[in-house]
Structures are given as structure tokens and as C-alpha cells.
């Protein structure tokens, strides 16, 4: 039976499902407890590890939510003295030593689809938080990465590319990296060398940084380890020319140039508290990295539209368990692409499910039994009351279009 989503936004998007936490050394990830989501009915279901059904269990809720700024305190607040009573002698100074100051602050990723932003931020985090493929615009909701060091700390936030919107989710996309822009203490603009920059991307990335013009805006080409060094010198100076600030020669996949664009970017930093615990390096819930796991998997499966047709929401994350239960519900526009997905004889979503499964337990570190259905959601891209049950952040209704 098809069908859609309905209601408030889906529970894999209400902070639900872990919040994704560094390691120990040596030892596997730690992710905060998550909840269960509600049930779909008219799926087709692959049970991938080929064992039974682990038993229902009912997790604790706990992601965190940070807030962006220190919350009020009253350590070291004098108390008055009450009738009677003498107060301490006053002390001129505070005795032993002063903490060091910290920096803190909100990094923002632009450039076009498959510029390399993603591959970038798993580079700076050093988790694979943000999903990358060959092909172009695999980047539908913003990503938030934290970057702690001893003094500073950088929440890093990849936006979806920059484009012209032709369906409410591309609108969607682009609110998203606006707000992600009006958010900023730094801009980075992001190039791919191996195909250039248009006097009309440089128009658009122009009116966005409108937006957030007072904060450092630096330039950065990527892929420089597949041009020649001369193209990559050229394309630098022009966007110092059109920009100004510094531009960075950077491979991001092979890490060329990226340790002292870190270090230009923590230096501009202001200075300022930690906004997140220093153990915590993403803000999105854990389900939500699973559902973009299986979506990876399906760009790297499925050809022609089937990726761009497909999203995936994890409903029920059991974390306490072992395997990791997750069930996962992979929505398509139309019964042709649940046909395709399925496969004959249950081949494609058994394969689907076997690929996704594999990077879960790789980010993880533990086993996990995926269980994935497929139901069709008639165009979901276009249809507001779909896109906000699964959590698309939507433009305002006086602003159809996203523009900034």
C-alpha cells in the first residue's frame, strides 16, 4: 500500500538516536542513547544478517542539544552577609592559575555541488560524517561537525551546493546553506580545480555572503592533485583578485594543504567558551548518519534518477542491543523505482541493505542487524507536508524561491 508521511517531523529527525561522541583509544564509538519512531505500513522488509528478530527493547532518550553560548552560572558569586555576621576579608587577587583562553566558533562550507565540502569536513573532523560519492549533489541537509583542540574548538557546518532550485527540495537545500551563512564567524568557499569558476558563481556566492559580510571569508581549490600546478596557481589568484584574503591549495581527499588551512581557520576563531562537550563531534543524532548511509549506498548501487528520487529514515535505533537493531525505511517516488530497488527476487534491497549495513558497522564499530523496507511516497520533493515530516529545514512562505 502506498502511502506518506504525515504529522509532526518524523522521530529520526527530533533529536532522537544518539549523539555521536569521539572514542576512546582503542576503543569503539560512543553514542548517546537514542528512541524508537513510529511504524510505516505497505514496505517491502530485507532482514540482512539472517538471524532472528532481536527482541523489542525500549531505549532511554538522550541526545544533547547544545546551545550556541555559555550557559549563566552563579560559581563564585559573593553572598552578603546576614545581620550579625562579618563577611571573609576581601582578597585582592584570585590565587593559583588563570585558565587558558579558548576560541570558539562556526565555520561555513560554500561552493558548488561536488566541490569537495563533504570530503573536506570528514578531513577536518576525522570521521567520515558527511557522505561522498562521485556524483554531484549528495548533499540534501546541512551537516554540523565539531572540531575540539586544547584551546579552540570549530563547529563546522556543510552545506548543500549552490544552485538554482527547481523543486521544493532544492529550495530547501538552499534556505539551508543561507541560514548556515547568516550563522558564520568564518566563510570558506570552496572551488573544484578541475573545472573552474563562472562569472555567475561569483555572482551568487557574492549575494550569499551579503548575508554574513563582516566575518573572514577565505578561498580554498581542491582536487589540485588532479590539475596541473599552473592551473591551480592561476585559479587562486583569481579568486584572491575577485575576493580577496588568502586562498589555499588543498587536496581534501588526499589531505594536501589541509593541516594549515586548519590552522588559518582555528586562528580566526573568536575568542569565546566551548559550545559543545569536547568528547562530541557531530551534532545530528546517530540515525541520522545511518539513514545517509543507506542513501551513500544507493547512489553507489542505483543509476539514472533512482538516488535522486530516494531518501531514507531511520525509525527505530536500538542501540542498547546486540547487533545494534536498526530499522530504516527507504522512500521512493513512484512504484517503477520500488520495483527497482526491491529488484527480482528481493536482490536489490538485499543488496542495498548488505552495502549500507557494512558502513554502519565501520562507523559504529559494532555488528548490526539492518532492517530496510521500501515504500512509495508520491513526489516527496515536491510536497511540503513530506519534505517537513522528514525533516527538511523549508524557505518561509514569503520566500518560495530560498533567496537570501
Known amino acids: ?129 558527511s557522505i561522498v560519492t562521485p556524483r554531484a549533489q549528495t548533499t540534501w541537509r546541512r551537516v554540523t561537525g565539531v572540531l575540539t583542540l586544547p584551546d579552540a574548538q570549530m563547529v563546522i557546518l556543510d552545506t548543500p551546493g549552490l544552485l538554482t532550485p527547481r523543486d521544493l527540495l532544492q529550495r530547501s537545500m538552499l534556505h539551508s546553506a543561507v541560514e548556515a ?27 550569499i555572503r551579503k548575508e554574513n559580510s563582516q566575518v573572514p571569508f577565505l578561498t580554498a581549490v581542491n582536487k589540485v592533485d588532479r590539475v596541473p600546478t599552473e592551473a591551480a596557481l592561476h585559479l587562486a589568484g583569481l579568486l584572491r583578485q575577485r575576493f580577496g584574503g588568502n586562498c589555499y591549495l588543498i587536496s581534501a581527499l588526499r589531505g594536501d594543504g589541509v593541516e594549515a588551512l586548519r590552522k588559518e581557520l582555528v586562528g580566526l576563531l573568536p575568542p569565546g567558551p566551548f559550545l559543545f562537550p569536547a568528547d562530541e563531534i557531530a551534532r545530528e543524532p546517530v540515525r541520522f548518519f545511518v539513514g545517509e548511509f543507506v542513501r551513500e549506498s544507493a547512489f553507489e548501487l542505483f543509476r539514472e534518477e533512482i538516488p535522486y528520487s530516494l531518501y531514507c529514515v531511520v525509525e527505530e535505533f536500538r542501540e542498547a542491543q546486540d547487533p545494534v537493531y536498526v530499522r530504516a525505511v527507504v522512500a521512493v517516488e513512484r512504484r517503477s523505482q520500488k520495483r527497482i530497488v526491491v529488484g527480482k527476487g528481493g536482490e536489490g534491497i538485499k543488496e542495498l541493505g548488505s552495502r549500507a549495513r557494512r558502513r554502519i558497522e565501520a562507523f559504529l ?40
Request: aromatic share 4%; proline share 12%.
Open 365 to 404: 564499530g559494532r555488528r548490526v542487524y539492518l532492517d530496510l523496507w521500501v515504500k512509495v511516497v508520491p513526489n516527496w520533493r515536491r510536497k511540503t507536508q513530506h519534505l517537513r515530516a522528514m525533516g527538511f529545514p523549508l524557505p518561509p512562505p514569503s520566500n518560495p524561491a530560498g533567496k537570501p
Open 1 to 129: 500500500m502506498d502511502g506518506s508521511f504525515r504529522g509532526e517531523a518524523h522521530p529520526a529527525f527530533q533529536g532522537k538516536g544518539g549523539a555521536l561522541l569521539r572514542p576512546a583509544p582503542g576503543g569503539e564509538k560512543k553514542v548517546a542513547p537514542g528512541g524508537a519512531g513510529k511504524n510505516l505500513s505497505g514496505m517491502d522488509r530485507s532482514d540482512l544478517l539472517g538471524n532472528e528478530r532481536p527482541a523489542p527493547a525500549v531505549a532511554p532518550e538522550g541526545a544533547r542539544h547544545g546551545a550556541r553560548g555559555p550557559s549563566p552560572s552563579l560559581e563564585g558569586a559573593a553572598r552578603a552577609p546576614v545581620s550579625g555576621e562579618e563577611g571573609p576579608a576581601a582578597s585582592p587577587t584570585r590565587e593559583g592559575p588563570q585558565p587558558a583562553p579558548t576560541r570558539c566558533g562556526y565555520l561555513t562550507l560554500l561552493g558548488r555541488p561536488n566541490a569537495g565540502k563533504s570530503t573536506l569536513l570528514n578531513a577536518l573532523v576525522g570521521e567520515p560524517l
Open 181 to 207: 551563512v547568516r550563522e558564520a564567524d568564518i566563510l570558506l568557499l570552496l572551488v573544484d580545480g578541475t573545472k573552474g569558476f563562472t562569472e555567475g558563481e561569483a555572482q551568487r556566492v557574492e549575494a
